[in-house]
């Protein structure tokens, strides 16, 4: 952007410093989006509510033959959706350890929410579990 004058204005001067900020803005907006824990679990949670369980387990991962239907075997991990999301991760990869993971911000790392979430996504376009 040229001006006609060898000195921009003040105003001029504002308006591009006020656009660099903004899309300095945007651009961490989004970042922050795609990478941190809390929209990972946000994602997560928003994609768990709207699937459609046809299991029912306890809070421990247990089948029962009572209440709602609330969990889903993902392969890799058995997803309980309760009041708070949880996960049963197997030891399906050499060097993993079984362990119940709490979905929330500070309590999984956004590592293993993402691989529950892009399970949970597998599932849901193929129709089947992945691989364990």
Known sequence: MQDDEANPSLALGLYRVSVLVGCIFLITCLF??????????????AAANN???????????NLIDTGEPNCVDLGDYLLINGPVLKALRRACAYGSTPAM???????????????VEKSLAWRVTNKVSGPC
């Open 101 to 115: 993971l709490i979905l929330e911000k500070g309590k999984a790392s956004r590592i293993e929410i993402a691989r």
């Open 51 to 61: 699937f459609h369980y046809t299991e029912r387990c306890d809070s421990n991962g």
């Open 32 to 45: 922050w989006d795609m990478f941190s824990a809390t929209a990972a679990v946000n994602r997560l949670s």
